[in-house]
Structures are given as C-alpha cells and as structure tokens.
C-alpha cells in the first residue's frame, strides 16, 4: 500500500487527505501506511482502497480481488476490441487499393530522395524519409495480394537500406544496422536475389565503422559467393570493391588488388542499370573507390586514379565528392604537399558540414589537424 499511494500522490497528484476522502480511511493512518508503519489486513479494506483510486481489473486482481467484469478477468474491453476490429480493417481496405502504378510512385517518391541525400544529405530529408519508411510499411504490412506484398518489400528494402547509409553517414550505427536488418527482411520477400544481396552486403560497412573489418571481408565474401551466378556484374563490381575496401582496412594489399581487379573486369559500361536505382557505379566511381583503397599502401598510383574520379564527377554526389576531396587531401599531405591539399581538405569541409555526414567530420578534423602541423 505504501507503493501504491506514493504513486497516487507522484502520478496523480493526489494529496493524503483526497486519498482519505476517496477511499475513507482517516489521513492519519494513510501517513502511517506511506511511512510503512501500518499494513493492511482487512479485505474490506483492500476493495475500498481499489474502489476508491479506481484501480482496473488487472490491477485489483494483484490485491486478491476479484475483477468487476466478472466475464473478462482484464475488465470490459468491448470499445478497445471494437476500435482495433475498426483500425484494421481500415487499413486492409486501404492497403486493398494499392494498385501497381501506386508502387511505382512510391518507388519514384524512395528514388527522389535518393538523389536528395547525394545533394543535401540525410538531415535535410529526416522527416521525409520517415513518412516515405511508415506509409511504406502500413501499405505492405497491410496488403493481402502476393503479388502487391512482393512489390512493396522491394520498394521498403530500397528505403531501408537508404535510410541505413545516412545513418552511417551521420554515426547512429546502431539505427543504421536496424535499417539494415528490416530491409533484408523485406528484400527477402521481395524475392530479388539484386536487392537481398544489396542490403545484405551493405551491413559490411556498419561492420567496417564498428572496427570489425574482417568480419565485414567475411560477410562480403560469403554474400559474393552465395549469389554470383543470380545477380548483374554492376552489383558484382561493387561487392568485389566493398570486399577491396576492407582488405585495405585490414592491411591485406594482395587481398585488396585481387578484389580491385576483380571489380574493373566485371564493370559493365555505363553509369547504372534501371533495375538497381540504388546502385550508382561507373569507371569514375571505381577510380575513386581504387583511390581510397590503395592510398593507404602509398601507392602514387592513386593519385591519378583519384584526380581522374573528381574530374569525372557530375556534381551531384556531393557526399561522395567529400570523401574523395578527404582522399585527395590525404594523398598530398602525404607527398610533402600541404598547400595542394589545403584547398581539397577545405572542399570537404564545406560539403561534409552541409550534407551533415559525421563520418567524413572525422575524417576531415584529422587532416586538418595535420595540415596544420604541416603548414606550422
């Protein structure tokens, strides 16, 4: 009792005498019960106390008392039922008028804000992309016809694992390995070995972040080897990089090359394949991706790999653009030359701070406090 009037009293307001008053038990003793000097043995007791703070069912049955729905051990919840039959049925009916040109628009509303994040990033779309991920997931949580369901898993993979890069981008790695893990759910449903391999492999970089990388060289391998016969060379070119990059996390150079050349044979030409929006890659993506590997060997080669991506680059990956201007810097500052790397470290600057990406953040306050000491 002393437990149940100390809420009384925190939670509701209640005062010792409106507990006096609700249940008829003097103030004096309702002291006495707060303070733990005086306990209840009386029954009777028991059920003024329930009746008078209007305890429910479930609570009146933990003081031995007997619920006053007789019927319903959890009390009267006939509206509660009758509001839940009502919501669901709600969303069936709506998620039944969910046609294909709906989900394409869906796709095409996911793929806007794709190009968004490139240009702005994530903490200029927060809201948007949490309305795009709930109306995804009503719509397909919803949804009764297979063939319907299996469109919407698609589109919410896609938006998952969208939502997954920007939260590495902005450091939330935990929010960012759950994106991951709804939407190889949802690709799993989905049923498009592309998309399940996708989403699976990008886990690897949550993985990389957390300074695990050879748990993400592992995941990348096995996701390679399970779906290589069943997925297009874009996606391919892009797990034998992704498997390059935490080589060179590793140390492991002739690991790092193989995949490297593995990656540029099965690059197929042009910039992307219509059935993968989510997969940008072209030989200026890949220069800048061999750039970034092999610049951690000192190789000079990566220098013209990396000049050779930037002049490449459409002006729209503004986050990617920060990335390699970190590259170019790096690569300068190991040359010798901190006054080429000062203006592409600034670049950075600017583009990681406008797109909110945390993660080049750190990578841009090192080189800058090293292109301080070398200028000094």
Excluded at 44 to 58: F, Q, S
Excluded at 222 to 240: E, G, Q, V
Excluded at 252 to 260: F, G, K, N
Aim: aromatic share 4%; glycine share 6%.
């Amino acid at each position: 009792m002393a437990g149940l009037f100390n809420l009384a009293v925190k939670y509701a307001g209640a005062s010792q005498v409106r507990i006096s008053t609700a249940t008829g038990i003097a103030q004096g003793r309702i002291s006495q019960h707060i303070r733990g000097q005086r306990q209840v043995t009386d029954l009777e007791v028991y059920e003024r106390i329930a009746a008078g703070l209007g305890l429910p069912d479930h609570a009146r049955m933990l003081l031995g008392l007997a619920p006053t729905d007789i019927a319903s051990p959890t009390g009267n919840h006939d509206d509660e039922y009758r509001e839940q039959t009502e919501e669901l049925t709600a969303r069936i009916e709506a998620a039944a008028a969910i046609d294909p040109m709906m989900v394409m628009i869906l796709n095409t509303d996911t793929n806007n804000l794709r190009l968004l994040d490139r240009r702005v990033g994530s903490a200029a779309i927060a809201d948007k992309m949490r309305a795009q991920i709930s109306q995804i997931e009503h719509a397909h949580h919803h949804a009764v016809r297979p063939g319907i369901r299996a469109e919407l898993a698609h589109v919410l993979a896609q938006t998952h694992s969208l939502a997954g890069w920007q939260a590495i981008n902005t450091g939330a790695l935990n929010d960012a390995w759950t994106h991951y893990e709804n939407a190889k759910a949802a690709a799993r449903e989905a049923g498009d070995p592309a998309i399940i391999a996708h989403v699976s492999a990008e886990q690897a970089y949550v993985l990389m972040d957390l300074g695990q990388p050879a748990q993400a060289t592992e995941l990348l391998q096995y996701i390679h080897a399970t779906h290589r016969d069943r997925i297009p060379n874009r996606l391919r070119t892009w797990l034998s990089a992704a498997e390059a990059e935490a080589a060179a996390i590793l140390g492991d150079e002739p690991t790092c090359r193989a995949a490297l050349d593995q990656a540029a044979a099965l690059l197929p030409d042009g910039h992307g394949d219509p059935d993968m929006p989510y997969l940008s890659l072209d030989v200026h993506h890949l220069a800048r991706w061999r750039g970034n590997c092999l610049i951690r060997f000192s190789d000079p080669d990566s220098m013209e790999d990396l000049r050779s991506a930037l002049a490449g680059m459409d002006g729209t990956y503004n986050r990617a653009e920060a990335a390699l201007r970190c590259d170019l810097g790096h690569a300068l500052l190991a040359l010798g030359d901190p006054d080429a790397a000062q203006p592409h470290i600034k670049r950075a600057h600017h583009l990681a701070t406008m797109t909110g990406s945390r993660r080049q953040r750190k990578r841009i306050d090192e080189l800058t406090r090293r292109l301080t000491h070398a200028l000094h």
